[in-house]
């Protein structure tokens, strides 16, 4: 079974408007991390926002905010104000605390390519 | 200290021929990871190094690969007898121990072509 599983190929928004980005996560371990990145055509992976599974509230980081329902095990990324320099692709990853030897390696799911349309 | 940086940034070679690729991590992080990225995929684990010793490998990681980091401060990735399937975007990332869920920071990666 996928770990991260990202629905969105693509995606669309128009300039200053708001756009959510899907992300729904699978695993056993109690205590995960969840973090999305963003991925511009320069290849760099830009880390935007992190969320802990015991955190009580959802995390936010300026116009990235992330909408964590943990029963459901989606961890959705909002951007509030498209701009457009948000166009790239966008990675959500997991890491389990407890994945073999410790190594906190990353799963990440196969990415959603946001558009920002002027 | 800017970042994690990668060299060389492209990279083609012909069938068969061995290549290296170095990563340069922040300074003061003691993590460090490899990962490769198809066209179209997310990017996937290969290894990771804390310090100089390396810790977990992927099965992704075969035979012709290897990575090393001595002294725990740069490290390089080898892949000897490439193969047109070993055609991608090899990333290296960092991040400080300590905190088991810290960021990790991405080089801007070298994309190897193999023909």
Not at chain 1, 84 to 107: K, V, W
């Amino acid at each position: 079974a996928q770990k991260i599983t990202q629905t969105q190929p693509g995606m669309f928004v128009q300039e200053k408007e708001a756009v959510t980005l899907d992300c729904t996560y699978d695993t056993s371990d109690p205590s995960y991390g969840l973090f999305w990145y963003k991925q511009p055509s320069s290849g760099e992976m830009i880390f935007l926002i992190y969320q802990g599974s015991y955190d009580q509230q959802n995390a936010t980081e300026g116009r990235y905010s992330l909408n964590f329902q943990k029963a459901r095990k989606s961890a959705n990324l909002v951007i509030s104000a498209s701009q457009l320099g948000d166009s790239a692709m966008y990675f959500c990853a997991m890491r389990e605390a407890y994945s073999g030897a410790g190594s906190y390696q990353l799963t990440f799911g196969k990415g959603t390519k946001l558009s920002v349309i002027p | 200290d800017t970042g994690v940086s990668q060299d060389p940034r492209h990279k083609i070679t012909k069938r068969g021929q061995n290549v290296t690729f170095r990563c340069d991590p922040i300074s003061e992080h003691n993590r460090l990871y490899w990962y490769r990225q198809t066209l179209g995929q997310g990017p996937e684990f290969l290894t990771y190094f804390q310090n100089e010793a390396q810790l977990e490998k992927s099965r992704l990681l075969s035979d012709r690969f290897s990575a090393e980091r001595p002294k725990g401060s740069f490290s390089t990735l080898e892949i000897q007898r490439t193969e047109q399937g070993d055609s991608a975007m090899y990333l290296c990332a960092s991040s400080l121990g300590g905190a088991p869920m810290s960021e990790a920071f991405f080089g801007q990666g070298t994309r190897l072509t193999v023909v």
